[in-house]
């Protein structure tokens, strides 16, 4: 048996140890002798099939080409947890590295470089200049890193590895922190926390290329864990695209909202007019909703967070209450089946949550303090439950594991026996109590709504089946939950207001249109545009990203296309390297010029350029090209 841990991410081999409770049943001890608690693996790591680990270890990066058995140092003083794997689609060499690296002045760079050849001849840095320690983050297309100089921290954003730009926030929004939420389909999720703000963040949607920025939901819950890590109170739903879940924070009080468009509507969740025993709840909106903890586990294989999952489109489970609040320490558990429309409570205690085969197989165990021995399990998506005894001796469960596919029976229970014991890891086959494979006659279908029972959602009429409650099949490898997919025609509300406008309050007549901010001139010219060219001013909207409906409605028609024009510069500066303020007749002086905007023949430049006082011969200056020359006389 051998054991390595890097930060959460386990590499297992098993040796049986012969104790066996029935035909589907075996016991599994795993002593925690051979843990390596300070070698941490890469919080991306490659699929299962990949033979190379890259691991930290007191600020050196290592690289293992056997899984863990041979270590090799790729680079000094790494970031922890700042490591990333290439991107496939994206980067263009699978054994490319991005990491942070400290430098030798004491600051930190992103750095590229081959797996197997990350020398420093070979070391690239895509981003000219220091970045903040702990700010670079590569998440598919996008590539994230913060800067901080004069005490003023800007945040840059790299799509698709093209050069790096500034994102651009509303002109009243002053970040002191910023956390990546999404960056799935080709479209950014961050919480920002404003300057006013201590434990909740506000949500921004981007553009395709993660640039401009757009408010869809203010004051959502934040709270500090371990190390100083921020966890943000919103989950996106696995299985159903566009569908999120928040708990919002006003005056106090935490609420639960779901948004079926990408976060440019948000919705109370209905409650369940029944609880578990048949008995009335007498909750009823607008003063009382189902509110759900949305706090992300430090393990993803625990209880203590909402439970979705990419094969199980529409199955939901979380723990919560009832009431016009968000409870801490009330956790009875709600299962949704249809994408939040509609909920069911099942327990009245927080429970160790699993899906099997594709969702068809719902596993449940308390979270307790106690020793157990019993775990209930649902076929007919929580309606009903049966219990069965996994073990004949009490374990304390510390969660729960299922083998790799989505159609897997077969999942492991691991805890101890003792708090001093080794783990106890119990193998649950289910597979013995299904005889036969699923046919068509045992699916039946369901339409995805929203909360108002439109069945355009994100531009097309979305149907999924799922297994009958009656049918005891396994549904298997070859299954496909979506069945039917029809493109809607567009309406207002498939677009989200563009960078620099607002909607009006919900509550007035045009809500759907949106307004230019006072801040936002709409016939300003964009940063790139260049002189002799021609720019679109925006109207306002922009198509929710991964949205696909057609024709209808679109109040992006007829925009006004404008000439770029001559500006002149903007914001030239000029300071000299190091500390002297006065030299010495003969001696050279290294001048820093700092230009932030110039528009010209050539485009615009930006940034800083230096120059040395020496005696040679004169030459042109143009900022325009991002150059200077300078001459002085000794």
Known sequence: MELLEFCGWWRVTLSFKGSVFNSSCSVFTLPCT??????????????????????????????????????????????????FWAVSGVDADPDLVHLE???????????TCQIHNCSDNTRTTPFAGPIDRGSLTVQDDYVFVKATTA?????????RRNEFVLMKLPKYALPKDLQVISTDESQVFVAVQEWDQTDTYNLYQSDTRGVRYSLVLEDVRSSRQAEESVVIDILEVRGVKGVFLANQKVNGKVVTLITYNKGRDWDYLRPPSTDMNGKPTNCK?????????????????????????????GLVMGAGNLGSQLVEYKEEMYITSDCGHTWRQVFEEEHHILYLDHGGVIVAIKDTSIPLKILKFSVDEGLTWSTH?????????????SEPGDETLVMTVFGHISFRSDWE??????????SRRCSEDDYSSWDLTNLQGDHCVMGQQRSFRRRKPASWCVTGRSFTAALTARVCPCRASDFLCDYGFERAPSSESDANKCFANFWFNPLSPPDDCVLGQTYTSSLGYRKLVSNVCEGGVDPRQSPVRLQCPLLPPRGLQISIRGEAVAVRPGEDVLFVVRQEQVRGRFGRAGGAVGGVLSPRSPGPSDLSRGCINLLAPR
Do not use: M
Request: proline share 7%; charged share 20%; with cysteine.
């Open 151 to 159: 005490n003023q921290t800007k945040y840059y954003i790299s799509y």
């Open 425 to 434: 890891l119990v193998k649950v086959d289910f597979r013995p109590w299904f």
């Open 34 to 83: 051979h843990c390596a608690q300070d070698l941490c693996h890469t919080p991306h790591p490659p699929s299962l099939g990949s033979s190379q680990w890259p691991g930290v270890k007191n600020g050196r990066l290592y690289v293992s080409s056997d899984l863990g058995r041979k270590w090799t140092l790729l680079q000094e003083r790494a970031t922890k947890d700042h490591v």
């Open 285 to 313: 909106p607008p003063d009382c909703h189902l509110h759900l903890h949305l706090r992300w586990a430090d393990n993803p294989y625990v209880s203590g967070t909402v439970h979705t999952k990419d094969s199980a489109p």
């Open 389 to 401: 005894n996994f073990t004949s001796t009490s374990v304390f469960v510390d969660g729960l594991l």
């Open 101 to 111: 690296a400290q430098d030798l002045g004491g600051g930190f760079r992103y750095v």
